[in-house]
């Protein structure tokens, strides 16, 4: 079955009010639903725009802003929900900084269904800047979701740089992996790129990245942005000759969209120039 994904470049605002929030969020939803998405990318930490609903105390500060966004989670889940409904789409919303009971934080990806289901995978692997300075902890479980299209993964950021968590998924039968991204750096922003082609490449599957994008200088979490989201596939015979369905302008504001089939990676695995998905094991005869 095929399904149009749109993944997004996604502006940081000051946004002051939660309504803005909401008007801001449902147009771009709007602008996917209009060019006929079933699935729907933004990128790690968007959320983070919320903070400026608070004072500059608060959004001026990495602890204060994580607390106080705490009082938002429930009207966050419920807008992306109502969204997810409304417009008949799955909406991967990025990622939100979500409290636990241990009163630490995880960096949490939730996925909206169109049937009203909420799941969500947590990030895994931190960065120094999450490990050092905002003392966030990595999650504990690997997931992969049901839907109508077939089985979908997400690996978070920095995530997608580490071969072995997506391999897992694509084992237990995940043919798209959704890449929710945050970077400041163009370094950054390659190391996740090239990170989501090598496992596009070595699993014979797709992977979508979406990335926050420009300039926001009140936010002391995300100030400054580069990125571009994409579509990467199998490179391979019915595939682009260089893995890139699609590809958005480097930090230009817009929704990447191209359509996919995630049965086709099946095709590929038996069919294919190659067996990268299958000569996987063949690795443990040279290394054990």
Excluded at 87 to 94: D, E, L, P, T
Excluded at 155 to 182: T, W
Excluded at 252 to 272: F, H, P, T
Aim: proline share 3%; with cysteine.
């Amino acid at each position: 079955m095929k399904v149009k994904i749109a993944t997004a470049q996604y502006d940081i605002s000051f946004l002051k009010l939660w309504h803005n929030y909401q008007r801001k969020i449902e147009s771009w939803v709007i602008e996917a639903a209009k060019r006929d998405a079933g699935i729907l990318l933004f990128p790690e930490y968007a959320s983070m725009e919320l903070a400026s609903l608070f004072s500059k105390e608060i959004y001026s500060s990495l602890s204060q802003q994580l607390a106080a966004m705490q009082s938002l989670l429930d009207d966050y889940t419920d807008l992306f929900r109502t969204l997810a409904q409304k417009y008949s789409c799955y909406i991967q919303a990025g990622t939100f900084p979500v409290k636990i009971d241990s009163g630490f934080y995880r960096n949490r990806a939730f996925l909206f269904m169109p049937d009203g289901r909420v799941d969500y995978q947590d990030k895994l692997m931190m960065t120094r800047f999450e490990n050092e300075q905002w003392l966030i902890q990595s999650g504990k479980e690997l997931k992969c979701f049901d839907t109508e299209y077939g089985k979908i993964a997400i690996n978070i950021c920095y995530d997608s740089e580490f071969p072995l968590l997506a391999r897992k998924q694509v084992e237990a039968g995940a043919n798209l992996i959704l890449v929710p991204s945050c970077t400041d750096t163009l370094a950054g922003y390659h190391r996740v790129k090239i990170g989501c082609q090598a496992r596009a490449l070595e699993n014979q599957c797709y992977v979508v990245q979406s990335s926050i994008v420009g300039i926001a200088p009140w936010s002391e979490a995300v100030d400054v942005n580069i990125g571009a989201a994409a579509i990467y596939t199998p490179v391979d015979r019915g595939f682009p000759a260089n893995g890139i369905l699609a590809i958005g302008e480097l930090n230009a504001v817009q929704w990447v969209i191209a359509e996919i089939s995630l049965s086709d990676c099946e095709i590929v695995r038996e069919q294919g120039q190659v067996f990268n998905y299958t000569d996987w094991a063949l690795q443990n005869t040279y290394v054990n």
